[in-house]
């Protein structure tokens, strides 16, 4: 047993600073936070990124194929991941410059977004039909702004990511991205006024 002291025991037990005034209390780091695994990662932010591609322009035809890239670059450099920022906001600008490369290449496939028949919708189906209106709409303003300005407006104005967060994931200086934003929503309030008015082109 020597060398190895127990405290004795019951509550008459000396505390703790019985130790000799000469000797350096033991400095104790914060706790290590456990990193998630690639599938808790994957499982908890796919329907995100699957979102947030389609929102950088990604055409539904192609989503599934960029959603892979995606997480295979998630995948290889998971343990370089430094908690900067949220991995949902890591994840993001992984899907900004995947989707700026794969919308770069010839063989993209074009989606046009066609007039919706006039027709008679039942009930039930209307609010859905609307919604689905609205999306094409915020699509098309958001296909009308510059990479830098839509992946600042879809992250803060859809996503609800704090600012400083933003400018982490797109390594950007704070005010340069409330810049672009500002600039980002006088483009998409145009869009969606001139469709009020009628007079968005088709």
């Known amino acids: 047993?020597?060398?190895?002291?127990?405290?004795?025991?019951?509550?008459?037990?000396?505390?703790?600073?019985?130790?000799?005034?000469?000797?350096?209390?033991?400095?104790?780091?914060p706790p290590s936070v456990p990193r998630a695994s690639f599938e808790q990662v994957f499982r908890e932010n796919l329907t995100f990124a699957w979102r947030a591609l389609r929102r950088l322009g990604v055409g539904e035809a192609d989503v599934e194929d960029v959603c892979q890239e995606v997480f295979l670059v998630v995948h290889r450099r998971l343990p370089e991941f430094q908690g900067r920022s949220s991995v949902r906001t890591w994840i993001y600008g992984?899907?900004?410059?995947?989707?700026?490369e794969h919308r770069r290449r010839p063989h993209v496939r074009r989606e046009s977004l066609g007039e919706t028949p006039d027709r008679q919708v039942p009930p039930p189906q209307h609010e859905a039909l609307e919604r689905r209106r609205a999306v094409e709409l915020l699509d098309r303003a958001l296909d009308g702004l510059e990479e830098d300005k839509r992946a600042i407006f879809v992250l803060y104005q859809i996503e609800e990511v704090p600012m400083n967060e933003v400018a982490e994931a797109l390594g950007c200086p704070l005010q340069t991205a409330y810049s672009r934003l500002h600039a980002a929503r006088r483009h998409v309030e145009a869009v969606l006024r001139a469709a009020e008015e009628g007079s968005l082109e088709p």
């Open 1 to 29: 047993m020597s060398g190895i002291i127990k405290p004795p025991a019951g509550r008459h037990a000396p505390a703790m600073s019985t130790a000799p005034a000469s000797s350096p209390a033991p400095r104790v780091g």
């Open 94 to 100: 992984i899907c900004v410059r995947v989707a700026s």
